[in-house]
């Protein structure tokens, strides 16, 4: 059965209802823009708490002679602000069959030129020389992953990518928060923060902005405990009980 508060709209009826407001002197449009906000802080709050959560795997395919392949960041003209967090690990098959899990690098303090492109530079096959496929490496630069040794014959959904995706952006009043609905409460605290602001209702925005950091807090505290491994050793302990 669908949860009756789910969606944006749901938050909205409840935002509007406690401050007294209406969708005339409260609009959809006002709400989205204060949603999308506190939207995203609680996206981060619960990253802390479990990146996992967040968590996506991308396939592209090598192309023979190129060695940067561009990450899904931010290209707000078609995933309204989606875009990657942190990079978790990439694996690489050059012939289609092996894979192997490619070792970071740090692109800046490499000690031999290692970008190429087929007008300046060294050769594919000059770079290729320092670097084996078994053991392929990645740098993360300019919002790419570049590649090495560089592809030398095409591969089709040869690059994986597990990495931690930010939500898109919410739409419309008919979208879903990409959140637990346990906390959609903390985001309708925020946006009752800004609608209150909105209004000069200081005390009230006051009491607002209170509830989101309790229930940031609330939230901390028991997605903690549930995250949390507890391990219990036991032990004989000998007592003379006369």
Not at 61 to 74: F, G, M
Not at 201 to 207: G, I, L, V, Y
């Amino acid at each position: 059965m669908a949860s009756n508060f789910q969606t944006l709209a749901n938050i909205y009826s409840l935002v509007r209802s406690l401050s007294n407001k209406d969708s005339t002197t409260l609009s959809d449009a006002t709400l989205l823009a204060f949603s999308n906000k506190y939207f995203y802080l609680l996206v981060r709050e619960l990253i802390g708490l479990n990146e996992e959560f967040y968590g996506e795997i991308s396939v592209a395919s090598l192309v023979a002679n190129q060695t940067e392949y561009a990450l899904p960041i931010d290209d707000t003209a078609t995933t309204f602000g989606g875009g990657m967090i942190k990079i978790l690990r990439l694996e690489v098959s050059h012939d289609g069959s092996n894979w192997y899990i490619a070792k970071p690098i740090d692109l800046i303090n490499q000690s031999s030129p290692i970008i190429f492109s087929s007008t300046t530079g060294p050769t594919v096959a000059t770079i290729n020389q320092d670097y084996s496929t078994t053991s392929p490496e990645y740098a993360f630069f300019d919002k790419s992953i570049w590649l090495y040794p560089i592809p030398t014959a095409a591969s089709t959904s040869g690059l994986r990518i597990f990495w931690i995706k930010r939500p898109d952006e919410l739409a419309s009043s008919t979208s879903i928060p990409d959140l637990p609905k346990d906390w959609l409460s903390i985001l309708q605290e925020g946006i009752l923060y800004d609608v209150f602001r909105k209004f000069g209702r200081t005390s009230d925005a006051r009491d607002a902005l209170n509830n989101w950091h309790v229930g940031i807090a609330k939230m901390k505290e028991l997605d903690q405990v549930v995250n949390q491994e507890q391990r219990f050793n036991l032990k004989t302990v000998y007592k003379n009980y006369k």
